[in-house]
C-alpha cells in the first residue's frame, strides 16, 4: 500500500506562489507516476500536473507555464511549484499516486489553495 501525505497549501494573494509537497511512503516502488489533482466547490475534480517516475511530465493547459511539477532526490516526494496563481486556481488540492498498470490509484487528505483576488 501507498500513503501519500500533501503540506503546503495556505491562503495567497493573486499573482503570488506556493509550493505544495506530496511524501509518499509504503510500497513506493510500486508506483509509475505521482499526481496532482484539484477540486473546486461544485466542480469536478481536475488533472493539475504529472510526473512519472521516469521523469515524464503532463499539465493541464490552464496551469502550463505557471505551475511545475518536480520530484526529490529519492523520487519520494513530488513537488508542486504554483506561481503567478489566479483566484481561480482556488481548490482543494489533491496528491494522487497511480500503480503500474493501473493496478491502484491511491490519494492524500488533500490540501487547501486559497487565491484571493
Known amino acids: 500500500q501507498v500513503q501519500l501525505v500533501e503540506s503546503g497549501g495556505g491562503l495567497v494573494q493573486a499573482g503570488g506562489s506556493l509550493r505544495l509537497s506530496c511524501a509518499a511512503s509504503?510500497?513506493?516502488?510500486?508506483?509509475?507516476?505521482i499526481g496532482w489533482f484539484r477540486q473546486a466547490p461544485g466542480k469536478q475534480r481536475e488533472l493539475v500536473a504529472t510526473?512519472?517516475?521516469?521523469?515524464?511530465?503532463n499539465y493541464a493547459d490552464s496551469v502550463k507555464g505557471r505551475f511545475t511539477i518536480s520530484d526529490g532526490n529519492d523520487k519520494n516526494t513530488v513537488y508542486l511549484q504554483m506561481n503567478s496563481l489566479k483566484p481561480e486556481d482556488t481548490a482543494v488540492y489533491y496528491c494522487?499516486?497511480?500503480?503500474?498498470?493501473?493496478?491502484?490509484?491511491?490519494w492524500g487528505q488533500g490540501t487547501q489553495v486559497t487565491v484571493s483576488s
Open positions: 494522487n499516486a497511480r500503480g503500474f498498470n493501473r493496478a491502484y490509484d491511491a
Open positions: 509504503g510500497t513506493t516502488n510500486s508506483i509509475y507516476a
Open positions: 510526473i512519472s517516475t521516469a521523469g515524464n511530465t
